[in-house]
């Protein structure tokens, strides 16, 4: 198996509480695996430490064969390793096209001008990714008066940006209408078939967890210490 990451003995102490200890397991390339586990279990954390928001106590990190040991997060996102949150992180205010440009401006460290705006070459591209995502129709929409359902898929368009190899999304159907989960996982599970991108995420929709995980990862409670092993 092509290792995407590889996690060994990973764990993590905060003021003396042991959140994570010994967590290890691999993720080859394409396909998607989930994480599971009852609120405080340490999903959150876990990704926290993948993408370099926090700094493990123990162990070790490889992303395709990389020791990520002093690798910043934003260097993470440009080596291929994107992260979408449990809560959206778009500009409530712009538009979804103007959102995407702003990513895209991002990803080629361009500045953004307060007078002009986006570059039109990146407003232009910005609606290829808008497609990609089903919400072309709302390209000139603002952001906060888009639904629930639309903001993720919004979101998931300005990680997409940043062509990530591996994915990690957080709850990516938290606060959804049945109908916007559907569309949603629809969307994502196509996404890692069609393109080959690797996909690890939590989520507390069973349903979904089974209905199109490749692998399960469980929370388990070991003297007390949370860890996580295949189901």
């Given at each position: 198996?092509?290792?995407?990451?590889?996690?060994?003995?990973?764990?993590?102490?905060?003021?003396?509480?042991?959140?994570?200890?010994?967590?290890?397991?691999?993720?080859?390339?394409?396909?998607?695996?989930?994480?599971?586990?009852?609120?405080?279990?340490?999903?959150?954390?876990?990704?926290?430490?993948?993408t370099?928001?926090?700094?493990p106590?123990?162990?070790?990190?490889?992303?395709?064969?990389?020791?990520?040991?002093?690798?910043?997060a934003?260097?993470?996102?440009?080596?291929?390793?994107?992260?979408?949150?449990?809560?959206?992180?778009?500009?409530r205010?712009?538009?979804?096209?103007?959102?995407?440009?702003?990513?895209?401006?991002?990803?080629?460290?361009?500045?953004?001008?307060?007078?002009?705006?986006?570059?039109?070459?990146?407003?232009?591209?910005?609606?290829?990714?808008?497609a990609?995502?089903g919400?072309?129709?709302?390209?000139?929409?603002?952001?906060?008066?888009?639904?629930?359902?639309?903001?993720?898929?919004?979101?998931?368009?300005?990680?997409?940006?940043?062509?990530?190899?591996?994915?990690?999304?957080?709850?990516?159907?938290?606060?959804?209408?049945?109908?916007?989960?559907?569309r949603?996982?629809?969307?994502?599970?196509?996404?890692?078939?069609?393109?080959?991108?690797?996909?690890?995420?939590?989520?507390?929709?069973?349903?979904?967890?089974?209905?199109?995980?490749?692998?399960?990862?469980?929370?388990?409670?070991?003297?007390?210490?949370?860890?996580?092993?295949?189901?």
């Amino acid at each position: 198996m092509t290792q995407v990451i590889a996690v060994e003995g990973l764990g993590v102490t905060f003021a003396g509480f042991r959140a994570l200890s010994e967590v290890s397991f691999a993720i080859g390339m394409s396909g998607i695996t989930s994480v599971i586990g009852p609120n405080g279990a340490g999903k959150t954390t876990l990704f926290n430490l993948i993408t370099g928001l926090n700094r493990p106590t123990t162990g070790t990190i490889r992303f395709e064969g990389r020791d990520l040991r002093g690798v910043s997060a934003a260097s993470r996102v440009r080596g291929g390793m994107v992260r979408s949150f449990q809560r959206t992180n778009v500009f409530r205010e712009m538009t979804a096209r103007d959102n995407v440009a702003c990513a895209l401006m991002a990803v080629r460290r361009r500045y953004w001008n307060p007078l002009t705006g986006p570059l039109a070459l990146e407003r232009e591209e910005a609606d290829g990714w808008l497609a990609k995502v089903g919400l072309s129709k709302f390209a000139e929409t603002t952001a906060s008066e888009m639904s629930h359902g639309d903001q993720k898929l919004l979101d998931l368009a300005l990680a997409l940006v940043y062509t990530p190899r591996l994915l990690l999304l957080d709850e990516p159907t938290a606060g959804m209408s049945s109908e916007e989960t559907r569309r949603v996982i629809g969307l994502i599970e196509n996404l890692v078939r069609n393109d080959g991108l690797t996909l690890f995420f939590t989520e507390h929709d069973m349903e979904v967890v089974f209905g199109i995980s490749d692998r399960i990862l469980g929370h388990k409670l070991i003297n007390g210490i949370p860890k996580f092993s295949e189901q």
